[in-house]
């Protein structure tokens, strides 16, 4: 089973495989067996994925492309559309920045994950960069699904103590005199980077913009770069 896949089935892998609690003087003397899920999350998931494989439940190829499509299709598209348009319209990036939340609602993209939103701003002097140390928050209607990486607890808690190293691990480099700021997704804000544009866009349309716009930029492990001379975005 694939690893996106799996953390897409985690969490209810995860509430599937929970006994059911009784009060204590419930006897468990019903005549028959109860079934005992695997004890690790992964087993867990791979069992309930199976089984309602086996039920025709889900196709799992179908599966597959729908954790794909929202994992790097769909949500970090909706994303590079909100950093394209503040790219250029200064009104919107201000009201982005006063009031992100509303400000993306304006394009149509609200939901669970994303009630409460804040928009960091990376400039020449200052790159954000977001995590979630606890679990794995993250703004589900601009990104999609969170990268297996994002949930990792390497990453989680080496963002916080190293984030130059974990930058530069991502193949970012950034310069000595700017600040890196790490910020803590929880439950109940989430951030997006809005990473600075890059130089000889200035005749770039929105469309093509957002084009340029990766996920991992909006995380803030990655810049987003211009196009290849002579090429289109």
């Known amino acids: 089973m694939s690893s996106t896949r799996r953390g897409f089935l985690a969490a209810a892998g995860a509430a599937a495989a929970q006994p059911t609690v009784h009060g204590d003087d ?3 003397d019903h005549g028959h067996d109860h079934q005992v899920m695997p004890s690790d999350p992964t087993l867990r998931v791979e069992a309930l994925e199976s089984l309602l494989v086996e039920k025709g439940v889900v196709d799992r190829a179908a599966l597959d492309a729908l954790v794909d499509t929202y994992e790097h299709k769909i949500g970090p598209r909706n994303g590079a559309r909100v950093v394209a348009r503040a790219w250029t319209d200064p009104a ?3 009201r982005l920045l006063t009031d992100a939340t509303s400000a993306i609602a304006e394009l149509g993209y609200v939901g669970s994950q994303g009630e409460n939103m804040v928009v960091l701003e990376n400039t020449a002097k200052v790159h954000n960069l977001v995590v979630c140390t606890l ?8 990104l999609g699904l969170p990268p297996v990486w994002y949930k990792s607890a390497p990453y989680r808690s080496r963002s916080v103590i190293d984030p ?3 930058l530069r691990e991502f193949g970012t480099s950034v310069a000595e005199d700017v600040e890196v700021r790490v910020w803590d997704s929880t439950a109940d804000v989430r951030y997006l980077v809005l990473p600075e544009r890059p130089a000889g866009t200035e005749n770039l349309s929105e469309v093509e913009l957002a084009a ?3 996920r991992d930029a909006m995380i803030g492990v990655a810049k987003v770069v211009p196009p290849k001379q002579g090429g289109h975005a």
């Open 92 to 94: 919107y990036k201000q």
């Open 135 to 142: 679990c794995s928050c993250y703004p589900w209607p601009v």
């Open 164 to 166: 130059r190293g974990v």
């Open 212 to 214: 340029l716009v990766t």
């Open 26 to 28: 419930h006897k468990h």
